[in-house]
């Protein structure tokens, strides 16, 4: 089986250029995970690099199959120059290496939470996982082994998290987007749930 990471690296070097900065984080028991940083205009852009290494098993699978299983990393977007956003490094790894310490299967609609603020003064302690392809298309890869999905993370606030838990995550969207909710800005607040 071929390596996947440095496909992966190359399908985010041609989506989102050359990075800017990069950091790893290794955490016991687990797979290395780097944060590459993407720098385009006004937009920071960071993409985890690892989380795709193993395919993500089912929790309640006896054994889990080394090849077999959705893959995936994650990409965050947000505005530069209004808060330390360079901070979100850490949480980033730890969402990221979540499938592998926790054995949860990231996909659209999930809410991810890190239970302290993204970055200093972030208004945010969760991300919702919204549907990839927009951004960074999927990698595919050889048989039997799933393609990579590049999964675009929303920032959410805790008012947003609860609201989404009851109402659902297509709900939480389509009221940002009716709101006109800036979603890459750092500090914003919550949107209007009444």
Sequence with gaps: MADVLPLVEARLVTALGEPDARAAVTFLGTDRVEVLRFQEGDIVRYATLGMSAQPMADPTAVIADPVAGPRAELVLSVRSGLADTDKVLRPLAVLAASPQVE???????????????LWPGAPFTSVLVAEPGGLVEDLELDEPMESVRFLPLLPMTPNEAAWKRVHGAQALQERWLTRGTDLRHPTRASVALD
């Design 103 to 117: 054995g949860v299967v990231v996909a659209p609609g999930a809410s991810l939470d890190v239970g302290e603020p």
